[in-house]
Each structure stands twice: as structure tokens, then as C-alpha cells.
């Protein structure tokens, strides 16, 4: 089979023909259609603190079909469609245990993010059925969608608050889509560019402001309020300070943009507002259920931020593309046959 190689040390990856994988107990074998381009992925190939290591395959935003199924599967059968959570738990861990989320688990019991592949195997404990209603490209947003998900639940949104997002990317427009799914009365996303403020409005955003000297009092105004929830999705330093900057008294701050960076806060700021910080990663197989159940029951859909396709031989350019200037919000990386 063919598929994505990242050497390690911020060398670029490269297309690699490897032994087509065999199923053993409880796995299932996909022939994958279609995996996304996360920014997790840009960020873990430079070849920094944080990276993929020597000579990893990749790749957690995925879906594909079975056609392969391991002894002990009885809940799977060959021709059906799924979508894969990417981390693997052991299921027994307190962290397990307590809150379902994989990426928590302290046994490490293995990783299926290797979607950037023609065939990939998985446990069948992280695969999702894609009902009918759901295409390859729906089940390759489930993974954002289940990041974004979980972390606005983190909130504690409570019906009609005013939410500020920051951030125009993936997580932030997903947040934005469950924000108002979940009720929240006014939504403003702001953001360094315009150049997403059309879909941040399509998401659900009433208003989009950019980041700049007076957008303290540009927030206020078009929530009419200070935000009492504000969702910090980029990732980057002093976006925690900012969050604290624009939060109303007793407002809840959740970090969704995973900053791999030092970034300054200062407490008492914080304190005079007696605001609450939560840091969230990860989602369970709980918040995957939902969406595979839910996807086509919102108010928008969730395919619009894809904005190109391209078949696997061509995601080492792609990367390199979306490493410079660059008008892409999705990129989906077709795998099979291609």
C-alpha cells in the first residue's frame, strides 16, 4: 500500500509503498477513502519540541470502508463505512474509567492515526458506522467536530449566553457551530484575518471583529455584554491573556487551541474577575456517537469549511503549501486508488 511518511527532524514527508497491514483479534481493516489536514499535523512535521518522531505515518481526521474483519468482531461486517476515533484506550485506567477520553489514558495503549494511507488498521473499539445519511467527507469531520464538541461542553454553556470565539480555524468554526447548537444567545468570532469572517457567520457567529485596539469595546458592543464564555481556539501565545482580557466577571475561559508555547497570564487580572480557566484535549467515543447521530441535523452544514481535495500522492505539496500564505481552511487528502 501506499502511504504518508514523516522521516522525523522537520524533513519533508514523502509517499512510501509498505506492507499492506493484516487484521488480527478485534481489528478491522480499512481500505481508507479520505483523511483531513489538521493543524496538529503542520505543527508536529517542523521537526520542533513537540513532533510525530522518525519515520511516523499519520493522519486522525479519517474514514474508509471495511474490508477486512478480524476473529472476535461481531458488531462490523465487511462493505460497511466508518469513521475512527484515532487515539486507543486500554478501557481500564482511572482516567479511562472516570472520563472516557483516550487521549487520557495513562497505559498509552496505542495509536490509530494512520489515515494518510491506503489501507489502515484499527481496533474495532474506536470505529464509528457512518449512518446512510453521512458521506466519506462527513465522516472524516466527526474528529474536529468531536474536538470542538467536547470542549464547549466544557463550557457549561447555559442557554442565551453571550460566547466569544477566537480563532478562524477549524476548531473555532466547529466551536461556533455547537455554540449555537447548544443555545447560546449572541456568538462573536474574532480573528487576525477577515478573510473567514463569511464562514464564520455561515457557522453560526452573529458578528466577526478582528483582533485590534479596540476590540475590547468593539466585543461588548456587539454581544451587549462582556462574553461569559469565551472559546480560545488558536493555539498561540498570549491568546490565554486575551481571553482574560475580554471575559466578563465569573466568565468561563476554556483553552481549545492546544499552545505548545509559554504564554503569560497574569493572575490577579484573572483574579479581579474571578475567572474560571479550563484546558481541554481529546474527546471520547461519546461526543463521536453524537455527531455520526446528529450531523445532519444541524443548522448549517459541517462540509462547508472544506475548501480543496487532492489524492494522496500529492499531500507532501499540499503540507508545504499550507505552510506559507495560503487561502485553505480544510484540505482533505483523498487515499483510495488514488
Excluded at 15 to 40: A, Q, Y
Excluded at 237 to 254: K, T
Aim: charged share 20%.
Amino acid at each position: 500500500m501506499k502511504a504518508a511518511i514523516y522521516p522525523g527532524r522537520g524533513q519533508p514527508i514523502s509517499i512510501e509503498t509498505l506492507p499492506d497491514p493484516e487484521s488480527g483479534p478485534g481489528d478491522l481493516l480499512i481500505r481508507v477513502d479520505r483523511c483531513g489536514i489538521c493543524g496538529t499535523d503542520l505543527a508536529m512535521t517542523r521537526g520542533e519540541a513537540w513532533d510525530y518522531g522518525a519515520n511516523a505515518q499519520f493522519g486522525h481526521e479519517y474514514a474508509g470502508e471495511i474490508i477486512e474483519v478480524g476473529a472476535g468482531v461481531n458488531d462490523f461486517r465487511v462493505g460497511e463505512r466508518i469513521a475512527v476515533l484515532p487515539s486507543v484506550a486500554c478501557g481500564t485506567c482511572a482516567p479511562c474509567r472516570t472520563h472516557g477520553n483516550n487521549v487520557l489514558c495513562r497505559d498509552r495503549a496505542g495509536t490509530a492515526s494512520h489515515g494518510f494511507a491506503e489501507l489502515a488498521l484499527v481496533p474495532a473499539s474506536v470505529a464509528t458506522r457512518l449512518p446512510a445519511t453521512l458521506s466519506m467527507a462527513d465522516g472524516a469531520l466527526i474528529e474536529p467536530l468531536a474536538i470542538s464538541l467536547y470542549g464547549v461542553q466544557l463550557a457549561r454553556l447555559r442557554p442565551g449566553e453571550p460566547v466569544l470565539v477566537l480563532g478562524g480555524g477549524t476548531v473555532a468554526l466547529y466551536a461556533i457551530y455547537w455554540a449555537r447548537r447548544m443555545g447560546a444567545g449572541r456568538i462573536v468570532a474574532m480573528s487576525r484575518s477577515p478573510r473567514r469572517a463569511a464562514l464564520v457567520l455561515e457557522m453560526g457567529a452573529d458578528a466577526f471583529i478582528a483582533y485590534g485596539e479596540q476590540e475590547i469595546g468593539e466585543v461588548v458592543e456587539a454581544l451587549g455584554g462582556a462574553p461569559q464564555v469565551v472559546l480560545e481556539c488558536v493555539g498561540a501565545p498570549d491568546m490565554l491573556s486575551r481571553s482574560v482580557n475580554h471575559a466578563a466577571p465569573f466568565g468561563r475561559i476554556v483553552s481549545l487551541g492546544f499552545c505548545t508555547a509559554p504564554d503569560t497570564v497574569i493572575p490577579a487580572i484573572a483574579a479581579y474577575k474571578c475567572a474560571a480557566i479550563q484546558f481541554s484535549v481529546g474527546y471520547s467515543m461519546r461526543e463521536f456517537l453524537y455527531i455520526a447521530d446528529q450531523m445532519d441535523k444541524g443548522h448549517c452544514d459541517p462540509k462547508a469549511i472544506i475548501t480543496r481535495e487532492v489524492p494522496l500522492a500529492e499531500l507532501p505539496a499540499a503540507f508545504a503549501a499550507l505552510r506559507g500564505p495560503n487561502d485553505e481552511t480544510k484540505v482533505h487528502v483523498h487515499c483510495a486508488g488514488l
